[in-house]
């Protein structure tokens, strides 16, 4: 018998209240003046001109995936709009006391953080064409973004899974590279919002792990036909008004500088199935036997789609960016 989505979700509501810890309470957490120069201070100036020198050490290729970042960050209003177009998961008033809604706030109210924080940064490294890069944002916004669930909410809370393991790493590895090359205020300002995307991981983890156990052959069919579709970036549709295929240009510098790459992709659909224990899931239906089968190999092609596509995209010739005043990366 299938189960509906929306009243499994609906039936977890106590699981998800009792992982709400998993947000932090307001005045524990941090905040963009925590770690930006504070402009009430004396030494405000000084401040502001050691960020400068420290960022004038971070190269454009890192620049160029901190920006794409930052704008993906920024586009958040889509991410709320989508999780609130999931039945079973939504904010029904907008201010609801339902344990979903609860977290979708306080998730969404976290995650606000992080395109202010990155974007402050953007600002005062005195490196970015912050016109073009305002302008990639609002057409991000404007554009969209369909990440392809048909607003099936296990299919939902699978990509939040996927994307929040992406995020982490992608700014993790920011992170690494900014201290490396001694900016270490965009090596904490990256390290601050990882730590945010880790605990969101963990939870979305553990909602669909949840959902895992009280209807497996669904979630595992959900799985499939999500990984099937591959997983759309959530910043695929941003526009700086100048190149054609903007993103593609950013995905390719994030490949080439080993920040989000082909097996990173594949290192996450790995971890999920192990998380979510696929390969020991019984008593499935037949179609989701054959849903658990694919996705047990799936990794593996990816792994070998990566070592052919990472010799291709090395030979990629650069390309020019209008957020960093048309230089070539
Ligand atoms: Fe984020
Ligand atoms: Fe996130």
Same mark, same amino acid.
């Given at each position: 018998?299938? /189960?509906? %989505?929306?009243?499994?979700?609906?039936?977890?509501?106590? +699981?998800?209240?009792?992982?709400?810890?998993?947000?932090?309470?307001?005045?524990?957490?941090?905040?963009?003046?925590?770690?930006?120069?504070? $402009?009430?201070?004396?030494?405000? /100036?000084?401040?502001?001109?050691?960020?400068?020198?420290?960022?004038?050490?971070?190269? *454009?290729?890192?620049?160029?995936?901190?920006?794409?970042?930052?704008?993906?960050?920024?586009?958040?209003?889509?991410?709320?709009? $989508?999780?609130?177009? =999931? !039945?079973?998961?939504?904010?029904?008033?907008?201010?609801?006391?339902?344990?979903?809604?609860?977290?979708? /706030?306080?998730?969404?109210? #976290?995650?606000?953080? %992080?395109?202010?924080?990155?974007?402050?940064?953007?600002?005062? &490294?005195?490196?970015?064409?912050?016109?073009?890069?305002?302008?990639?944002?609002? =057409?991000?916004?404007?554009?969209?973004?369909?990440?392809?669930?048909?607003? *099936? !909410?296990?299919?939902?809370?699978?990509?939040?899974?996927?994307?929040?393991?992406?995020?982490?790493?992608? =700014?993790?590895?920011?992170?690494?590279?900014?201290?490396?090359?001694? *900016?270490?205020?965009?090596?904490?300002?990256?390290?601050?919002?990882?730590?945010?995307? &880790?605990? %969101?991981?963990?939870?979305?983890?553990? +909602?669909?792990?949840?959902?895992?156990?009280?209807?497996?052959?669904?979630?595992?069919?959900? +799985?499939?036909?999500? $990984?099937?579709?591959?997983?759309? $970036?959530?910043?695929?549709?941003?526009?700086?008004?100048?190149?054609?295929?903007?993103?593609?240009?950013?995905?390719?510098?994030?490949? /080439?500088?080993?920040?989000?790459?082909?097996?990173?992709?594949?290192?996450?659909?790995? %971890?999920?199935?192990?998380?979510?224990?696929?390969?020991?899931?019984?008593?499935?239906?037949?179609?989701?036997?054959?849903?658990? *089968?694919?996705?047990?190999?799936?990794?593996?092609?990816?792994?070998?789609?990566?070592?052919?596509? #990472?010799?291709?995209?090395?030979?990629? &010739?650069?390309?020019?960016?209008?957020?960093?005043?048309?230089?070539?990366?």
């Amino acid at each position: 018998m299938m /189960r509906k %989505h929306d009243d499994v979700v609906k039936g977890i509501e106590g +699981f998800v209240e009792e992982n709400l810890y998993l947000l932090k309470e307001v005045p524990e957490g941090w905040q963009p003046s925590d770690i930006l120069p504070d $402009m009430v201070a004396e030494g405000w /100036r000084e401040e502001i001109q050691q960020m400068r020198n420290q960022a004038r050490g971070v190269p *454009d290729e890192v620049l160029i995936v901190l920006i794409g970042n930052t704008v993906t960050e920024e586009a958040l209003p889509s991410y709320q709009t $989508m999780v609130n177009r =999931h !039945p079973g998961v939504g904010d029904d008033t907008g201010a609801s006391d339902n344990p979903w809604a609860r977290w979708t /706030r306080g998730w969404t109210a #976290e995650e606000n953080r %992080h395109g202010e924080i990155l974007s402050r940064y953007l600002y005062l &490294s005195g490196r970015v064409d912050m016109r073009a890069f305002e302008i990639t944002t609002q =057409h991000l916004i404007c554009n969209g973004f369909d990440p392809k669930t048909g607003n *099936d !909410p296990y299919k939902g809370l699978i990509y939040t899974s996927f994307q929040e393991r992406a995020t982490k790493i992608s =700014h993790g590895n920011t992170a690494r590279l900014a201290n490396e090359n001694g *900016d270490p205020t965009l090596g904490k300002i990256c390290a601050l919002v990882t730590g945010d995307e &880790s605990r %969101h991981e963990e939870a979305y983890k553990r +909602f669909v792990g949840k959902i895992f156990e009280e209807d497996p052959s669904g979630a595992v069919l959900a +799985f499939a036909q999500m $990984m099937k579709n591959t997983v759309t $970036m959530p910043a695929r549709r941003m526009a700086d008004g100048q190149a054609t295929d903007l993103y593609g240009q950013f995905a390719v510098v994030a490949q /080439r500088i080993g920040v989000y790459t082909i097996r990173d992709y594949a290192e996450i659909i790995d %971890h999920l199935i192990d998380y979510w224990k696929i390969a020991g899931l019984s008593g499935l239906t037949g179609d989701a036997a054959k849903a658990q *089968d694919y996705l047990g190999g799936l990794a593996q092609r990816y792994r070998g789609l990566a070592d052919r596509a #990472e010799e291709s995209l090395l030979k990629q &010739s650069k390309t020019p960016f209008r957020w960093i005043f048309n230089r070539s990366v």
